[in-house]
């Protein structure tokens, strides 16, 4: 499974865009990438996943560049409630689980 | 709205005891997770089904068992609890390496 190197923690202030950067330098060919997002006593909820170049959802963006050794997590305009620790994934969609890493924790800041 | 639910948010139980851990999914899914959390740590794989009656073991199954009757269900089980498996139990069902959905945990305490 390909290891993946992410900052331990982050600040940031009330509407500032955050971009948390993800290492996976190992990542094999079949493997998606995968963020989660963990708030304080519940467990980690599925933000985003992606392949390659740029996903975006409701909620975030990803970005992949061409040789996919490492992806970007942008948040928009944070709040206070996107304070969470946020896990990147890296893995096939075969019959390898999910394996999370320690994360990044995100504090905002009003 | 799909769900994963655990029985207990909160357990205290005595060294030695047998502690069972239930989880139940209403997705249909066939894979369903076992993680345990503790601070500085991250969560880390305990065990993991891909069909009733199937078992993995994860990065840390010493200690625990599981069960999987029936496709909903997914239950842990520590066979004699121990201090050092203290510890934030998670629950999950959902696809490999894609989306999974995480119950809100049970907080184990073993004294």
């Known amino acids: 499974l390909a290891k993946t190197t992410q900052p331990i923690s982050m600040d940031s202030y009330e509407g500032q865009e955050v971009n948390i950067t993800c290492s996976h330098n190992n990542i094999a060919t079949n493997d998606y990438i995968t963020w989660y997002q963990q708030f304080p006593s519940q467990g980690p909820r599925f933000i985003i996943q992606g392949y390659k170049t740029k996903v975006t959802n409701e909620v975030a963006s990803l970005f992949i560049p061409a040789d996919r050794k490492s992806s970007t997590l942008s948040l928009p305009r944070v709040s206070l409630s996107d304070t969470a620790v946020y896990y990147c994934?890296?893995?096939?969609?075969?019959?390898?689980?999910?394996?999370f890493g320690k994360g990044t924790r995100l504090s905002v800041i009003a | 709205d799909v769900k994963v639910t655990q029985s207990s948010r909160y357990l205290v139980k005595r060294t030695g005891e047998k502690v069972f851990l239930e989880c139940v999914q209403d997705?249909?899914?066939?894979?369903m997770f076992w993680y345990r959390q503790d601070p500085g740590l991250g969560l880390r794989l305990i065990y993991f089904?891909?069909?009733?009656?199937?078992?993995e073991k994860g990065d840390i199954p010493e200690g625990y068992s599981v069960s999987r009757e029936k496709k909903e269900r997914f239950s842990l089980i520590l066979e004699s609890a121990s201090t050092n498996q203290t510890s934030m139990y998670l629950c999950?069902?959902?696809?490999?390496?894609?989306?999974?959905?995480f119950g809100q945990g049970t907080r184990l305490t073993v004294v």
């Open positions: 089904s891909y069909d009733v009656k199937m078992k």
């Open positions: 994934l890296v893995g096939d969609r075969g019959n390898t689980p999910l394996v």
């Open positions: 999950a069902g959902g696809e490999m390496n894609t989306e999974a959905f």
């Open positions: 997705m249909d899914h066939e894979n």
